[in-house]
């Protein structure tokens, strides 16, 4: 488990009463029955609190708090399915700062810091998430389609190509194809054809923006299984079987705590990883496939037995179990599924 500094204690603490107070399951709904996408009022008030910021360095109006600390965050909006662009955008940021071009750090590192501006990464042209990239770039023009981008409306993007990422502002050579997603969210195809691109930096720089990318997905959902198990907790201790609550059953007993172990098991790994990415360590690609293989395993275990416990009902909209069913497995296939990282790690030490 991270230690925590009292910076982060009070960070984690306000974002876990702001989500509770301002930005209940019921909001999600909103957002999901009004075909939105994301979250515009929560994002705002993101933007209001420094969250957008936290990883966009002070030169350019953010907190630079870290990784881990954009975790904390993340985390907790995954508890309540808050649809914010945050992790994209955030990851996008960290692409800006980290890249070579001084003059696209001062135009939007600032904006992204305040909220105002939405990024996204466009690195996939599958269906999963894969190392193979064929857009290209001549003479500063992008072509290329990137499929399944999170956050698919955003008007600034950060874009794989052959020879690194690039940085595409505007809708210049670019059109976007909603994509409908289980989870409701925004995501969108885009073709590039002869898109203006500003280069950010090579092959090495999209590796680690999409390591950054994966590990707060990771956080996401580390906030989404805690909320899940949690719920299902409270459910069988309120729920009369037999003329008894449901918890007093041994089976259910043992499968509640083989969540729980599995779950303290995915907070170490996730927090790891972010810790790896903070430190600067040699060996953040082995935690951030090592975060999202048993992220995947858990959120998937963690909310198909949330639909099961809850029986019936679960199965029902009136509930939020199908919400987060459905979030988990989008989640679960972005940037890799859990069998992917498994080779991945495995590949990574030499096998």
């Not at 994966?214 to 907790?233: D, R």
């Not at 172990?261 to 082995?286: F, P, T, Y």
Request: glycine content about 10%; proline content about 3%; overall charge negative.
């Amino acid at each position: 488990m991270a230690v925590l500094n009292d910076e982060q204690v009070m960070l984690r603490d306000m974002a876990r009463e702001w989500v509770d107070n301002e930005a209940p399951v019921a909001a999600f709904r909103r957002v999901r029955d009004a075909g939105a996408g994301m979250d515009r009022a929560a994002w705002d008030a993101a933007g209001q609190m420094g969250w957008a910021g936290i990883v966009v360095p002070e030169a350019h109006g953010g907190s630079a708090f870290g990784y881990l600390s954009l975790g904390l965050v993340a985390e907790q909006l995954g508890r309540n399915l808050v649809a914010t662009p945050l992790a994209a955008t955030a990851a996008a940021a960290t692409a800006i700062a980290i890249g070579d071009d001084g003059d696209a750090k001062a135009a939007w590192l600032p904006r992204i810091a305040t909220g105002e501006v939405v990024a996204a990464l466009a690195i996939d042209e599958g269906p999963c998430h894969d190392v193979r990239i064929e857009a290209r770039v001549a003479e500063g023009r992008l072509t290329g389609t990137k499929r399944f981008v999170a956050e698919g409306d955003a008007p600034l993007l950060v874009v794989a190509a052959t020879d690194g990422l690039y940085l595409v502002a505007g809708d210049e050579g670019v059109s976007r194809a909603p994509r409908a997603m289980a989870d409701a969210r925004s995501h969108a195809d885009i073709t590039f054809d002869a898109a203006p691109a500003i280069r950010l930096g090579g092959p090495e720089l999209t590796a680690a923006i999409v390591d950054r990318a994966t590990a707060v997905t990771c956080a996401e959902m580390l906030g989404m299984a805690e909320a899940a198990f949690a719920q299902t907790n409270d459910y069988l201790k309120t729920r009369i079987q037999f003329g008894q609550p449901l918890s007093s059953f041994q089976a259910l007993q043992h499968r509640m705590a083989r969540m729980f172990a599995e779950l303290e098991l995915m907070r170490s790994a996730v927090e790891g990883a972010l810790e790896a990415i903070d430190a600067g360590r040699s060996d953040v690609d082995q935690a951030v496939s090592l975060a999202k293989a048993l992220a995947g395993d858990t959120l998937k275990l963690v909310t198909r037995e949330m639909v099961q416990l809850f029986g019936g009902v679960g199965m029902t909209d009136e509930y939020d179990a199908g919400l987060y069913l459905k979030r988990a497995a989008v989640l679960e296939t972005m940037w890799g599924t859990a069998a992917f990282h498994r080779d991945r790690f495995a590949r990574l030490n030499g096998y």
